[in-house]
């Protein structure tokens, strides 16, 4: 970090770049937000009450053990692990060409690609948490798998839907 900060510093001070660009490729990341020069108030940490895992590839025995690697990982990090399944069967995509582009129309070959889908749940989780399980797991994915994650935030009540609030 301390290295991209220096580099950033002294393209500032270069003709090239103004201050401003530099500033915007800082990556400095800071735990209060400031409403005036005084004073500092601490930004809270988002909470998540589910996150959700969903694992795409072709080989099943792969996300089998990507599963587990991952479910490893969140239980040394203690995060509580939810239900995980995976498809029964594989959903298959198939695509029919003709094997000449003009004529002899019954002559065709059929494609077929089997995907298979295997999902996890994750409870009770805080941003920060949350970041690095991420970073790490996204890290170690295995060729041929396609990760999606569905996070739900928990919120405050609005003020207007507060008990007692006219």
Known sequence: MLKF?????????????????ARLLSTEVSSTASTSPNTTVPIPDKLY????????????EVMKSYAYFAKTAAEHLDI??????????????????LKSVHIYKKHRVQYEIRNYYRFM???KL????LDTFLEYVERNLPEG????????????LPEHLRPGAV
């Not at 509580?80 to 060409?97: C, I, M, Q, S, Y």
């Not at 805080?126 to 948490?129: A, I, N």
């Not at 798998?145 to 405050?156: G, M």
């Open 80 to 97: 509580e692990v939810g239900k995980h399944w995976a498809l029964r069967k594989a959903v298959k995509d198939r695509l029919t060409l």
């Open 126 to 129: 805080t941003g920060s948490t």
């Open 145 to 156: 798998v396609a990760l999606k994650v569905t996070r739900v935030e928990l919120q405050a």
């Open 121 to 123: 749940h994750f409870h």
């Open 5 to 21: 900060l220096d580099v950033t510093r002294r393209l500032a001070s270069s003709s090239l770049w103004s201050n401003h660009a």
């Open 49 to 60: 009450s589910r996150v959700e895992l969903q694992m795409k590839g072709i080989d099943p």
